[in-house]
């Protein structure tokens, strides 16, 4: 039997500016009736991200995942207009693309073969008769579309309510934070081969507010630091750690980031010596253009600052020592499917190209020397809320108690929860 | 040119394993030569290059030493406490030999047990290269059988 969910005075939150404490309730990680409420309150609602242009970039060509509890195909017609629609065929509802990616001119149902182009047009079916005339004219039995799919700088976003605002309203103040990333190219980024899909048993918010945890790093990724000082040339030469330091904006809507000085190399654009010489001209060439498309101190902002990008509710852009699109959904309470790729410049030198992967997978694969121990953290979170009968609250105050926050408090965790409350009190 | 029978690359496959399940991982990263590479390529793109594509691992010698070297760290927080390990290997074949160089290929299922059980199916490709009695890995390319890393959620362990 489900317990009545006990909101508190400000909803699933505690929200204390007297006494700088910031409290949610366990239960918001473990409650069917929470998963069910989000589903509809929040995964119904909001824009989310569904691909990257540069992943379907001639006519016909698609993907098809998860997006939002929902099985959805994102295509490019033949006339190279990028739409997305409901993976279940209007006859019977099997899912008629069950290749993740792809370039056809018609999905044909395997069931009874029934066929559709990349807009989603039902144009035919192999009977000669039991259809009256006209029975599948004016789109009636065309694939459903998804009701909203817009794009902000090649970033795909899809929205099942009709009624729903615009994108860019929407993104607010992380439009710019994309801006940043889509900047870092004169003719466009581009996601790279290689994806790493895997999941954690944790609540997908677990994993939120992990992607921007500046507070962690040195608990948690210890053995990564360790590595690094055992590995000659990943650090600039003249770094300085206090430099780190950095800062933590809301974005709006329950966006933020936080963004701080990066101690190793960028590959738009800071060169450190384990990419050695070739590479340093590579770097320095990315810089130049940078700074002349965009002045120097927007190009010295994008080069030379890590920004850990979290758009709600379940869209995470690291632009750190390799940029990765993250994107992850609940399955259950407790078990998520994350995907995650890498983008990069579509101009990038094959010798940068090489160390922006190869960095990439170090520090933000589920292979690497870190995210593996990000895993359990949020695996242990997970079952530690087995205690919730008694123990009820998680504290997420660090940083309150200043006008502003530093990369490595928790102002970007509170603009999550705060809007994720607003719209679960709703 | 010396013909290396099938028992004898068995041996070494088995030493190896042997190394991992028991956690000597000390012992384990020096079966490796200096230009050495352990590879697990994408899952939808096994002969992917690892110049350009994005990897699941990448190691080269130095990083597949430290990566060796993290396990031994109660740092490692996902492998403390350590989970066990056991692989299971079979059919070996070589599929070419040359006198500095013989490619191996086999199938190898490595179970991770910690709280649940996690199962890595795989395909290996290895380049070994004669030392003495024995040989060295100059290549270990391990293709999951897996749709995704899931599950498993993670490589923490070595395969």
Redesign the interface.
Known sequence: MNMPLERGPDGFIRDDHQNSEFLVQRKAFTSEEVLAAEREKIFSTCWLYAAHASEIPEANDFVSRKIGGREVVVARDADGNIGAFFNTCTHRGAMVCRE?SGNSRAFVCPYHGWTYDTSGAMIGQPADGGFPDGFFDNGKKDLTKVAHCDVYRDFIFVNFDAAAGGLVEYLADAADMIDLVADQSSIGMEV??????????ANWKLLLENSADGYHAVT?H??YF??LQ??NGTFRADFNPTDVGGRCYSLGNGHAVIEYGAPWGRPVAQWVPQWGDEGKVAVDGMMAGLVERHGEERARRIAEKNRNILIFPNLVINDIMALTIRTFQPISTG?L?VSA??LAPKEEH?DV??YR??N???FL???G?A???D???LQICQMGYQNMPEVVWNDISKGMNRAENSGDDELQMRSFWRRWNELMSA | MAAYSRGQVEEFLYYEADLLDSWRMKEWYPLYTEDSEYL??????PD?D?????????DDF??LT??A??LT?K????EWPRSKVRHLISNVRIVDQQPTEIRVEYNQVVYRAKRGMDEFVCHVKQTLVPDGDSFKIKSKRIILDLH?????????IIL
């Open positions: 993740p790279t081969e290689g994806r790493h899909d895997y999941s954690m048993e948690a210890a053995s360790d590595y055992a590995t078990y499917e790729v890498s094959p190209r090489k992967q190869y990439f997978l170090e694969g589920p292979a020397f995210t593996p121990d895993v359990e953290m | 697990v390529p994408p899952i939808e793109n992917a690892k110049e350009t594509a994005l990897f699941i691992i990448n130095h990083r430290q990566r070297l993290r760290k740092t490692a927080h996902v995704a890393l899931r599950p498993q959620g993670q490589i923490s």
